[in-house]
């Protein structure tokens, strides 16, 4: 019976630790771009050049700390590098972008990141919407910092309609987020996981209560033997 006990304790614990880890990270990493991954070339205007030309818009592979990782640019006013660099490494996007632009780039991935999984066009669309809601909330693509020069483009009307539901609210899926950024280098965006809503954790809570329940019976049953 103690070592039932015990047991689940443990694993409350390790619960515990676990949650508790995604909130404090480690200062700095070593990060380099390794390539691009899913997505589309788009002639676009950048704050990184003074005039309009084609660049790659999707995820791109990186390594951190030889580890490797799907992830998106939240920097359009740098070039990436392929060299390791020091990243500061933080998990709070009010901090990186202040809450305004936070609460629209949170409402973008719980209402489109799912469609970006291997998918070159959505891939596109959903990271041309990242860098037009950090560079620009208005989110209009036809001026700004942030600007698709084909404005008929499916790809570029795809971020459009993603750019507008992000700023009219949020779906049920929210995503933690491991913010990765250099002073002279890209800054990268790495989705960590979907958390859980307040009624999953409920649920869990009910479960531990029902695990103690039984646990508690079969002593009563076997002190009564």
């Not at 404090?24 to 309009?52: D, I, K, M």
Request: with cysteine; hydrophobic share 40%.
């Amino acid at each position: 019976m103690k070592r039932n006990l015990n047991s689940i304790f443990a694993l409350i614990v390790l619960a515990s630790l676990t949650l508790a880890s995604t909130q404090s990270l480690a200062q700095t990493a070593t990060v380099a771009e390794t390539g691009t991954a899913f997505g589309q070339t788009l002639n676009l205007l950048l704050p990184v050049n003074g005039s309009p030309q084609n660049y790659f818009v999707g995820t791109q592979n990186i390594t951190v700390n030889g580890s490797s990782f799907l992830a998106f640019c939240i920097d359009p006013y740098q070039y990436s590098s392929g060299t390791p660099a020091s990243y500061t490494v933080s998990n709070n996007l009010s901090s990186y972008l202040g809450s305004t632009q936070a609460d629209q780039v949170s409402n973008l991935f719980s209402n489109s990141y799912a469609s970006t999984t291997g998918s070159d066009s959505n891939s596109a669309a959903f990271q041309l919407a990242l860098w037009k809601l950090i560079a620009d909330p208005n989110g209009n693509l036809a001026t700004g910092a942030v600007q698709a020069i084909d404005s008929k483009n499916a790809t570029v009307l795809a971020a459009g309609a993603m750019i507008s539901s992000a700023q009219h609210g949020s779906g049920s899926t929210q995503y933690s987020f491991n913010i990765y950024q250099n002073p002279t280098r890209q800054d990268f965006l790495v989705t960590v996981s979907a958390v859980p809503e307040p009624e999953t954790y409920a649920l869990l809570l009910a479960g531990l209560g029902l695990m103690g329940t039984v646990v508690r019976r079969r002593s009563q049953s076997r002190a009564t033997v």
